[in-house]
């Protein structure tokens, strides 16, 4: 069974290779918004699965899914693809990934509107949020509409879960309330990355006061 799902969803050498180009001619285009050089290795994708729970209810959301490298390791982790979105803001690569993965729900659209584009798939409630996104070199207005329209939409126990290339948060916590915690650090990734989990703090807004 596993072998069928890694067969289904995992992409040919040639067309790896044809998406690190297109991932690496889209990151000289935009340095800033794609955020790294190369798409992500199956062993980031395994540790960011290793952290949804996925007996609290709602979807499963992918933002900033690329290429799809993060997205297809969901699915052969078992992420029901039912309840799975994936969310890119870059036309030719939401084409390419629809390309690679069909059957997949791409949304072609801007993370920073999380809650209107669930809305217009009519999903109530997101069990949990993998983001992809480059938050340390997005602006920061754009992270704050994330970072608090991704926390409407969740579960109360939901988890918002990213990586990083950088050795602290990803989320500045200077900005928001969140119990948060460093899960992992995967070495088998180029560059290696961490893997950090947010939930909310009960009781607790998730943004601090604008200063
Ligand atoms: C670091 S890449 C990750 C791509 C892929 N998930 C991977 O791990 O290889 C960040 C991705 O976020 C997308 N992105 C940046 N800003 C976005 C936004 N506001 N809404 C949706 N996607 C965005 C970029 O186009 C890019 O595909």
């Given at each position: 069974?596993?072998?069928?799902?890694h067969?289904?969803?995992a992409?040919p050498v040639?067309?790896?290779?044809?998406?690190?180009?297109?991932?690496?001619?889209?990151?000289?285009?935009?340095?800033?918004?794609?955020?790294?050089?190369?798409?992500?290795g199956?062993?980031l994708g395994?540790?960011?699965?290793?952290?949804?729970?996925l007996?609290?209810?709602?979807?499963i959301?992918?933002?900033g899914?690329?290429t799809g490298?993060?997205t297809?390791t969901l699915l052969?982790?078992g992420?029901?693809?039912e309840?799975?979105?994936?969310?890119e803001?870059?036309?030719?690569l939401?084409a390419a990934?629809?390309?690679?993965?069909?059957?997949?729900?791409?949304?072609?659209g801007?993370?920073g509107?999380?809650p209107?584009?669930?809305?217009?798939?009519?999903?109530e409630?997101?069990s949990?949020?993998?983001?992809?996104?480059?938050l340390v070199?997005?602006?920061?207005?754009?992270v704050?509409r994330?970072i608090?329209?991704g926390f409407?939409v969740?579960?109360?126990?939901g988890r918002?879960?990213?990586?990083?290339?950088?050795?602290i948060?990803?989320?500045p916590?200077?900005?928001?309330r969140?119990q948060a915690?460093?899960v992992?650090?995967?070495?088998r990734?180029l560059?290696p990355a961490?893997?950090w989990?947010?939930?909310?703090i009960?009781g607790e807004?998730?943004?601090?006061d604008?200063?």
């Amino acid at each position: 069974m596993h072998d069928r799902l890694h067969k289904r969803h995992a992409p040919p050498v040639a067309h790896r290779r044809r998406d690190a180009a297109l991932f690496l001619w889209k990151w000289i285009q935009a340095p800033t918004r794609i955020g790294s050089v190369w798409p992500s290795g199956r062993a980031l994708g395994r540790a960011m699965a290793a952290e949804l729970d996925l007996t609290v209810p709602g979807a499963i959301v992918e933002l900033g899914a690329g290429t799809g490298p993060i997205t297809a390791t969901l699915l052969q982790s078992g992420v029901p693809p039912e309840r799975f979105y994936a969310v890119e803001r870059d036309p030719g690569l939401a084409a390419a990934l629809r390309q690679r993965l069909p059957g997949v729900r791409v949304i072609e659209g801007d993370a920073g509107e999380l809650p209107a584009l669930m809305r217009a798939e009519g999903v109530e409630t997101v069990s949990a949020i993998v983001s992809c996104l480059p938050l340390v070199s997005l602006p920061r207005a754009l992270v704050r509409r994330v970072i608090e329209g991704g926390f409407d939409v969740l579960h109360p126990e939901g988890r918002f879960i990213q990586f990083t290339y950088g050795t602290i948060s990803p989320i500045p916590l200077r900005h928001f309330r969140l119990q948060a915690r460093r899960v992992c650090r995967v070495w088998r990734n180029l560059p290696p990355a961490a893997v950090w989990r947010y939930t909310r703090i009960p009781g607790e807004p998730v943004a601090r006061d604008r200063g």
